[in-house]
T-cell receptor, first 113, second 117 residues
Framework: GDSVTQMEGPVTLSEEAFLTINCTYTATGYPSLFWYVQYPGEGLQLLLKATKADDKGSNKGFEATYRKETTSFHLEKGSVQVSDSAVYFCALSGAGGGNKLTFGTGTQLKVEL | GAVVSQHPSWVICKSGTSVKIECRSLDFQATTMFWYRQFPKQSLMLMATSNEGSKATYEQGVEKDKFLINHASLTLSTLTVTSAHPEDSSFYIC?????????????FGPGTRLTVL
């Protein structure tokens, strides 16, 4: 079945540091890939997505590229802020995105001054 | 944007009682909703797919008699945890798909924290 593997946290960074959170997946066909963010006390929010190979999703300074050859969708940000502290989930779904999502275990990010 | 609400946001109940959690799509209609369970510091586990006007589809290992799902209208799905026990304590999250950015996107409720004493 489909699965998502992402790096374990917590990850602690200083403000303005470079962020990478690794995510790899196993799926049949051509899934859509997502990064969701969960801020403390809030529900999950879509951060970015990519629906086909070589697509780059980007939002709020975060980026991730759909790499079919390495089945990866690593999340990056060039300069993190304290406000980026949250839990980040990598996820995949079948075509269309309306199907059920398979999540990774989540990576907690803490950004300090 | 599409908004999904959940009620209550948290609930504490005694062992053996039943608890109902509501999931509402506030500004769109959803023929399908999804229910997830999230354990502390762990991922979201899909429990079931709620289908408006028909039976829910449960994931393997999820007891359908324990977690009753009713999708009574195009904007409301309910999850009832029957005869709750401490091991049912968890964070329950629902989501509903809606059109966004040229395709469908899942919109999540804020979650319901259930504590069973």
């Amino acid at each position: 079945g489909d699965s998502v593997t992402q790096m374990e946290g917590p990850v602690t960074l200083s403000e303005e540091a470079f962020l990478t959170i690794n995510c790899t997946y196993t799926a049949t066909g051509y899934p859509s890939l997502f990064w969701y963010v969960q801020y403390p006390g809030e529900g999950l929010q879509l951060l970015l997505k990519a629906t086909k190979a070589d697509d780059k999703g980007s939002n709020k300074g975060f980026e991730a590229t759909y790499r079919k050859e390495t089945t990866s969708f690593h999340l990056e940000k060039g300069s993190v802020q304290v406000s980026d502290s949250a839990v980040y989930f990598c996820a995949l779904s079948g075509a269309g995105g309306g199907n059920k999502l398979t999540f990774g275990t989540g990576t907690q990010l803490k950004v300090e001054l | 944007g599409a908004v999904v609400s959940q009620h209550p946001s948290w609930v504490i109940c005694k062992s053996g009682t039943s608890v109902k959690i509501e999931c509402r799509s506030l500004d769109f209609q959803a023929t399908t909703m999804f229910w997830y369970r999230q354990f502390p510091k762990q991922s979201l586990m899909l429990m079931a797919t709620s289908n408006e006007g028909s039976k829910a589809t449960y994931e393997q290992g999820v007891e359908k008699d324990k977690f009753l799902i009713n999708h009574a209208s195009l904007t409301l799905s309910t999850l009832t945890v029957t005869s709750a026990h401490p091991e049912d304590s968890s964070f329950y999250i629902c989501s509903a798909p809606w059109v966004a950015g040229g395709g469908y996107e899942q919109f999540f409720g804020p979650g319901t924290r259930l504590t069973v004493l």
